[in-house]
């Protein structure tokens, strides 16, 4: 099924979250999965979770790295580089609020990836309050179904999850809506404000989506450079 709603202010959002995640991995990717969630809780207070992998690019390299690894796998100020994911995580409530706003069904959580130089998302409908399910429950479920990774190189007991899952998710059909796109082609007019000094020797963003454009595919960034200087 088709989202409903795609407005401009909604595709400028994608383009966002595009260019956050391409800051936000330091080296190069061939594919990436996130997963965010969003539900109210009392006085109408979203809160909810976040996390990516990515698929380094190379022979070597088959396994997906998690947004959390990042810090101490690139030698990264860890309390710096949360605040990137939190300005990240910033734009998918972003998305939420314009739902709000448009008066259409509110969606308690989201897959995005990108994948062959398209964006993908998906969201979806279920009720996350269901106490059936834990959060880490989730993350086994989706880390198995997203990323693509074999059963047997779970734990016994992550297992068992899944299995669980594979069963009861013949009787419970979700709600879902999808939406792609082609990656943008043309450098974005908007400039965002990220934190600093993290970015502030970042290089111009219209010469990295230039050569985003140029090279046709994933291009690794400056980041990792300016957490070192």
């Given amino acids: 099924m088709q989202v409903m709603v795609t407005t401009t202010e909604i595709k400028e959002v994608y383009k966002e979250i595009q260019k956050k995640l391409y800051y936000m991995i330091p080296e190069k990717w061939s594919r990436v999965y996130l997963y965010a969630s969003i539900t109210e809780k009392a006085y109408a207070v979203p809160v909810g979770e976040m996390y990516f992998y990515y698929f380094p690019k190379g022979i070597l390299k088959k396994n997906p790295v998690n947004v959390y690894e990042i810090p101490a796998k690139f030698n990264m100020d860890e309390e710096q580089y949360l605040k990137l994911v939190k300005n990240l995580y910033s734009s998918i409530k972003k998305l939420r609020e314009i739902y709000k706003k448009e008066k259409q069904p509110l969606w308690t959580n989201v897959t995005i990836s990108i994948v062959n130089y398209k ?92 050569e985003l454009e140029a090279e046709g595919q994933n291009i690794s960034n400056q980041i990792l450079a300016n957490f070192k200087k």
């Fill in 119 to 210: 964006f993908n998302i998906e969201y979806n409908y279920a009720n996350l309050d269901n106490k059936e399910q834990s959060n880490y429950e989730r993350h086994i479920i989706w880390r198995y179904e997203r990323l693509g990774m074999d059963i047997n190189s779970f734990s016994k007991e992550d297992k068992k999850i899944i299995e669980k899952h594979l069963v009861n998710s013949c009787i419970n059909i979700e709600k879902v809506e999808t939406y792609s796109e082609p990656l943008y082609k043309k450098p974005l007019q908007n400039s965002f404000e990220y934190e600093k000094p993290i970015y502030e020797k970042i290089q111009d963003e219209n010469k990295l989506m230039n």
